[in-house]
């Protein structure tokens, strides 16, 4: 009974690998000093492969199936050995077997901005991230470039090669897309697309095939941000300074307003009074007429001036010095000075 225990242990006759977790992409089978028996049973499940490997050469490569190994079915292990055609005793090889399964849900991303051209912004600082999937494809260069004879290969092994060659070639990707930024931050598909073709061959060399690829988002600094918004507000206006400064003055007068109301003191009564009105309505006049026909805009007192004698005025008359009315027509003096 012992000899027949030491007989069986000693020879192989079925080689499968039955997955149990996710995220494996080679694993080896275990051979320790077992031998295959002549005839044994490979067993290659759906999305999988089964590579042979002798001496650290790979031989056989089998797809999905029932495999019966012989001679006839590892003709290059047999060449290898230098077996006769009727070789039927036991032998030994390197088994692995690789996953073609996709590899979903696999993360990428920019943890610092990086630099584009662009050809409507020249140097373009962006962020970017999002998530791609890929498979073995080629087992064959993919053990011998990557996985190698360890007995286990996984995703997170190949995890930062991957990310590195996705930081490597985004701006590639733009440059020879020769789309603006603003299309593909609008079309986060096409920036996608454009990645996906610049990526495959770089996969590809080493034995794996991208599948899919997705940009979630797509981004710049916030204070490039600031400055495209500006852009897109003088394109909204038809690249009309005149008018865009105009709105960019009615959109600052109120938080300007608020701001002094806030702070309390004689700054937030002069506000209060409608100076912070009158003072908008004459900068907007001001600013019009400096960029209309190209004359020299009306030069008159600083806005600064004027809100510093506001406060010494209405200090006056807070103490009694100046009436209501007094302090009225100097803040109406002042004001037309301004004009």
Do not use: C
């Given at each position: 009974m012992a000899l027949m225990d030491f007989i069986r242990k000693q020879f192989i006759d079925i080689i499968q690998w039955t997955e149990d977790s996710d995220g494996t992409l080679a694993w080896r089978f275990p051979m320790a000093d077992l031998e295959i028996q002549n005839g044994a049973a490979l067993v290659v499940r759906a999305s999988q492969v089964a590579v042979f490997v002798n001496e650290g050469q790979v031989a056989d490569v089998f797809g999905p199936g029932t495999h019966k190994l012989t001679t006839q079915t590892l003709p290059v292990l047999t060449y290898l050995k230098n077996w006769d055609k009727l070789f039927e005793s036991p032998f030994k090889s390197d088994v692995y077997f690789l996953s073609t399964r996709q590899q979903?849900?696999?993360?990428?991303?920019?943890?610092?901005?990086?630099?584009?051209?662009?050809?409507?912004?020249?140097?373009?600082?962006?962020?970017?991230?999002?998530?791609?999937?890929?498979?073995v494809a080629d087992a064959k260069l993919f053990h011998t470039e990557i996985s190698g004879t360890r007995d286990s290969y996984g995703v997170s092994d190949l995890d930062g090669q991957l990310r590195g060659l996705v930081l490597q070639n985004i701006s590639n990707a733009i440059a020879s897309s020769g789309i603006p930024f603003l299309d593909l931050a609008a079309n986060q598909t096409v920036f996608a697309q454009a990645l996906t073709a610049q990526l495959g061959p770089e996969f590809a060399k080493i034995g794996l095939q991208l599948d899919g690829m997705t940009v979630q988002n797509l981004s710049l600094p916030e204070d490039l941000q600031k400055i495209l918004d500006q852009k897109i507000g003088m394109g909204m206006v038809g690249n009309d300074m005149g008018k865009f400064m105009q709105y960019q003055t009615a959109q600052a007068i109120p938080k300007f307003a608020e701001g002094a109301g806030q702070g309390g003191g004689i700054a937030g009564d002069a506000m209060g009074l409608g100076a912070g009105v009158a003072l908008g309505q004459v900068l907007a006049q001001n600013l019009?007429?400096?960029?209309?026909?190209?004359?020299?805009?009306?030069?008159?007192?600083?806005?600064?001036?004027?809100?510093?004698?506001?406060?010494?005025?209405?200090?006056?008359k807070t103490k009694g010095i100046l009436t209501?009315?007094?302090?009225?027509?100097?803040?109406?003096?002042l004001l037309k000075k301004l004009v």
């Amino acid at each position: 009974m012992a000899l027949m225990d030491f007989i069986r242990k000693q020879f192989i006759d079925i080689i499968q690998w039955t997955e149990d977790s996710d995220g494996t992409l080679a694993w080896r089978f275990p051979m320790a000093d077992l031998e295959i028996q002549n005839g044994a049973a490979l067993v290659v499940r759906a999305s999988q492969v089964a590579v042979f490997v002798n001496e650290g050469q790979v031989a056989d490569v089998f797809g999905p199936g029932t495999h019966k190994l012989t001679t006839q079915t590892l003709p290059v292990l047999t060449y290898l050995k230098n077996w006769d055609k009727l070789f039927e005793s036991p032998f030994k090889s390197d088994v692995y077997f690789l996953s073609t399964r996709q590899q979903i849900d696999q993360k990428w991303g920019t943890p610092q901005p990086i630099t584009i051209r662009d050809k409507d912004f020249g140097a373009v600082r962006l962020r970017a991230f999002g998530n791609y999937s890929f498979r073995v494809a080629d087992a064959k260069l993919f053990h011998t470039e990557i996985s190698g004879t360890r007995d286990s290969y996984g995703v997170s092994d190949l995890d930062g090669q991957l990310r590195g060659l996705v930081l490597q070639n985004i701006s590639n990707a733009i440059a020879s897309s020769g789309i603006p930024f603003l299309d593909l931050a609008a079309n986060q598909t096409v920036f996608a697309q454009a990645l996906t073709a610049q990526l495959g061959p770089e996969f590809a060399k080493i034995g794996l095939q991208l599948d899919g690829m997705t940009v979630q988002n797509l981004s710049l600094p916030e204070d490039l941000q600031k400055i495209l918004d500006q852009k897109i507000g003088m394109g909204m206006v038809g690249n009309d300074m005149g008018k865009f400064m105009q709105y960019q003055t009615a959109q600052a007068i109120p938080k300007f307003a608020e701001g002094a109301g806030q702070g309390g003191g004689i700054a937030g009564d002069a506000m209060g009074l409608g100076a912070g009105v009158a003072l908008g309505q004459v900068l907007a006049q001001n600013l019009q007429a400096g960029l209309q026909g190209g004359a020299a805009a009306v030069v008159g007192v600083k806005p600064e001036e004027v809100m510093a004698t506001l406060e010494k005025l209405g200090e006056l008359k807070t103490k009694g010095i100046l009436t209501q009315e007094e302090f009225d027509a100097k803040k109406a003096e002042l004001l037309k000075k301004l004009v």
